[in-house]
T-cell receptor, first 113, second 112 residues
Framework: DAGVTQSPTHLIKTRGQQVTLRCSPI?????VSWYQQVLGQGPQFIFQ???????GRGNFPDRFSARQFPNYSSELNVNALLLGDSALYLC????????????FGDGTRLSIL | GQNIDQPTEMTATEGAIVQINCTYQ??????LFWYQQHAGEAPTFLSY????GLEEKGRFSSFLSRSKGYSYLLLKELQMKDSASYLC?????????????FGTGTLLAVQP
C-alpha cells in the first residue's frame, strides 16, 4: 500500500511569492496534519484536518492556510513568503484525529531566496 | 507552557545498548511517541506509550513514567543504520487532539 505522498519534493521560491504544497494520505486515513521542520529542530505543528474540517491550528501567522478535500487529500498554502519560511514541510495522516499514530510523508523541501 | 527535552547528541558503539531520555512538561498528555528520522527523510514511527511501563518491539523498547514526565527509548544490538535523529513527541489534549508536540531530537551516531 502507498504511504503518505507529498508533492513537489523540492521547491525554490523568492520572497513575497505564494506556494501550494500537496498531500495525499494513506488510503483509509481521514485525518491530515501539517508540520514545519526547520533544520536541526523537531517538527512544529501547523494544522490538523479531519473530515474536511479544521481541528487544530498551531502558532503560525495567517499567511499559512490549508484545506482538505472530499477525497481526504490536503493542500497547504503559504502567502507572502519570507526567508524564514525555508523548511521541510511534512504531512502526516492518521485514521482519525484521536488516539491514532501519525504516519509521515517524505516532505516538501521549500527554499526561499 | 509546553516543553520537551532530549539530549542533542549521543554517540554509541556498534553492538552496544543506548538509552535516549526524554522529559516533558505539557498542559495535557494523551500519549508519547518516538520517531526515527534519517537525514533528509521523513520521521518513521517507532513506538507509542500511553500507560506507565515498558513497551518492547524487537531491538527497540520504550518506557514511560507519567508521574515523572519521563520516557526513554532503548536501542539494543546497535547497528550502523541506527545512526539517525530520534524524536520524542507528546500528543496534546483538547483542540487538535492528535497534535504532536516534538522535542528537538537526539542525533545518534553509531561508530564501528
Amino acid at each position: 500500500d502507498a504511504g503518505v505522498t507529498q508533492s513537489p519534493t523540492h521547491l525554490i521560491k523568492t520572497r513575497g511569492q505564494q506556494v501550494t504544497l500537496r498531500c495525499s494520505p494513506i488510503s483509509g486515513h481521514k485525518s491530515v496534519s501539517w508540520y514545519q521542520q526547520v533544520l536541526g529542530q523537531g517538527p512544529q505543528f501547523i494544522f490538523q484536518y479531519y473530515e474536511k474540517e479544521e481541528r487544530g491550528r498551531g502558532n503560525f501567522p495567517d499567511r499559512f492556510s490549508a484545506r482538505q478535500f472530499p477525497n481526504y487529500s490536503s493542500e497547504l498554502n503559504v502567502n507572502a513568503l519570507l526567508l524564514g519560511d525555508s523548511a521541510l514541510y511534512l504531512c502526516a495522516s492518521s485514521l482519525s484525529y484521536v488516539n491514532q499514530p501519525q504516519h509521515f510523508g517524505d516532505g516538501t523541501r521549500l527554499s526561499i531566496l | 507552557g509546553q516543553n520537551i527535552d532530549q539530549p542533542t547528541e549521543m554517540t554509541a558503539t556498534e553492538g552496544a545498548i543506548v538509552q535516549i531520555n526524554c522529559t516533558y512538561q505539557t498542559s495535557g498528555f494523551n500519549g508519547l511517541f518516538w520517531y526515527q528520522q534519517h537525514a533528509g527523510e521523513a520521521p518513521t514511527f517507532l513506538s507509542y506509550n500511553v500507560l506507565d511501563g515498558l513497551e518492547e518491539k524487537g531491538r527497540f523498547s520504550s518506557f514511560l513514567s507519567r508521574s515523572k514526565g519521563y520516557s526513554y527509548l532503548l536501542l539494543k544490538e546497535l547497528q550502523m543504520k541506527d545512526s539517525a535523529s530520534y524524536l520524542c513527541a507528546v500528543r496534546g489534549v483538547g483542540g487538535a487532539t492528535n497534535k504532536l508536540i516534538f522535542g528537538t531530537g537526539t542525533l545518534l551516531a553509531v561508530q564501528p
